[in-house]
């Protein structure tokens, strides 16, 4: 089964700084958009709970 990728709502057409990524039964996988020949990162569910839980919060605002 081939990966649903998707991209955030907030991500602009042809903006700088997209991202998209894949959810499956191992985790998550994260991809630049405008490269997708680059590859991916991939991520154990824990991990990815982790990090959204701290963009919710702030911890990568750099303030």
Do not use: T
């Not at 991916?40 to 605002?61: C, I, P, T």
């Amino acid at each position: 089964m081939q990966r649903q990728w998707r991209k955030s709502a907030r991500s602009s057409a042809g903006g700088p700084e997209c991202v998209e990524i894949a959810l499956d039964r191992n985790g998550a996988g994260v991809r630049d958009s405008k490269d997708r020949s680059r590859g991916e990162l991939g991520f154990g569910f824990a991990q990815w709970s982790r990090f959204v839980g701290g963009a919710k919060n702030g911890e990568f605002d750099g303030r």
